[in-house]
């Protein structure tokens, strides 16, 4: 298998899984005494204006994907800069698994994650996925440094 099937194949695995997640529940928090479900697709389309209700940590969280995204460009750049991005993409997805509490409202009321779903998971993974499939990527397949 060529390089280029290679990262096309790394490149649909990880987004496979990635839309798989965004069908899925992500955390269960406990609001002003409801239990309430989140949907990951809800933390995805509105993880990108967070900071806008005062959600700079959990924007912070969120770059998570715009990071791997930029990584799968460099990648098929031949650029080991995607190696890093893809750690800090997954370094931030995986520390959103130590929070207590996540921002609630836009008041600053917080509310505590009482589990983490399947979705969250599934997020991660795609990231791992990107970021072993990366370092596999170019260990296998020295880039070609350019000036």
């Not at 479900?37 to 209700?53: E, K, T």
């Amino acid at each position: 298998m060529n390089s280029k099937k290679i990262k096309i194949l790394i490149t649909a695995v990880s987004l496979i899984v990635l839309v798989f997640a965004l069908t899925q529940n992500s955390i269960v928090v406990k609001f002003n005494d409801e239990i309430k479900v989140m949907h990951s697709l809800d933390y995805f389309l509105m993880g990108a204006i967070s900071f806008m209700g005062g959600g700079l940590l959990e924007e912070i969280i969120w770059l998570a994907n715009p990071l791997s995204l930029y990584a799968i460009i460099l990648l098929f750049k031949n650029n080991k800069n995607a190696e890093v991005l893809s750690c800090v993409a997954l370094g931030l997805s995986v520390s959103f698994f130590f929070w207590k509490e996540i921002l609630g409202s836009e008041s600053g009321s917080m509310a505590q994650i009482i589990s983490f779903e399947l979705g969250y998971y599934l997020w991660v993974l795609s990231i791992l996925i990107l970021t072993v499939s990366i370092f596999i990527y170019f260990k296998k397949f020295k880039p070609v440094l350019q000036p």
